[in-house]
């Protein structure tokens, strides 16, 4: 077969190159062989890095089975640990509420055992709750209830363990009230509204009462159940009734009647 020129020129440079290196002196040669070398390391390094790295990211990637039971087995710590903080936070506010009530209870000139709610009334539910304590507690039919914040109402019927607590607005909790004013008018907080159960009539007022809204309204001591000064709520209004014969005003509770937890019973001194 026949070479072409161009063949003949590039054999002729190789034959040249050959005979060139073999004239060469034995440090030269050396030299010019660690030259080489040091172009051509770098690039099988590369390739050799090339090679691993695709060998490790077909190591790395996980059949779709393992991937989805992966995902849903941390899908349901991250559930359980959102509960527990839940859980954690809801001990906490607890234990604030817990050390106001037992921080208030200090000041207070009464003899008081706390309670936590455990039932409210299925049918009329802001008119009556049970509470954890009963006859073997110490509790006695229309003790006095109340919270840190104001009066709830009394002391119904009692059990061994459990009692009933008649709330301010049931027809069956009427409590003589003291208008905080300069003519110390009294009234009876009587029932309230059905829809709204922060809000408490008070009745049987002088008809010349000097009412404002606003006013403190506490209990005024009379009729033996309720001692003296204990927080009602505050007067939102008033109206003449019965044809002028007395005032009858609206109150708001101070005490948060829907969303009793715990309440402290008055015992007898």
Request: with cysteine; hydrophobic share 45%; proline share 5%.
């Amino acid at each position: 077969m026949m070479l072409r020129r161009p063949q003949w020129i590039g054999l002729a440079l190789v034959l040249a190159l050959t005979v060139t290196l073999l004239a060469l002196p034995r440090e030269a040669t050396a030299r010019l062989k660690l030259g080489l070398g040091s172009l051509f390391v770098p690039l099988f390094g590369l390739a050799n890095s090339s090679r691993q790295a695709a060998r490790n990211a077909a190591e790395a990637v996980l059949p779709r089975s393992a991937l989805i039971s992966e995902n849903r087995a941390l899908k349901l710590e991250n559930e359980q640990l959102r509960l527990q903080v839940m859980r954690a936070e809801e001990v906490a506010r607890e234990n604030a509420r817990l050390r106001q009530l037992f921080a208030w209870r200090q000041t207070t000139p009464w003899k008081l055992k706390l309670a936590g709610v455990v039932l409210r009334d299925p049918s009329n539910w802001w008119r009556t709750i049970q509470i954890d304590l009963g006859s073997r507690d110490g509790i006695a039919p229309n003790l006095p209830v109340l919270t840190t914040s104001g009066l709830v109402g009394r002391v119904g019927a009692v059990g061994l363990t459990r009692s009933q607590v008649v709330l301010l607005g049931d027809p069956s909790c009427r409590v003589s009230a003291l208008v905080e004013n300069e003519t110390r008018d009294t009234g009876v907080i009587s029932a309230g509204g059905p829809l709204d159960s922060s809000l408490v009539e008070l009745a049987y007022l002088s008809r010349n009462a000097d009412l404002k809204p606003g006013q403190n309204v506490v209990t005024s001591g009379l009729g033996g159940i309720f001692p003296k000064g204990i927080p009602i709520g505050r007067l939102v209004d008033a109206h003449s009734a019965e044809y002028g014969l007395y005032t009858v005003g609206r109150v708001r509770l101070a005490a948060n009647l829907s969303a009793l937890e715990e309440v402290w019973v008055m015992l007898a001194p």
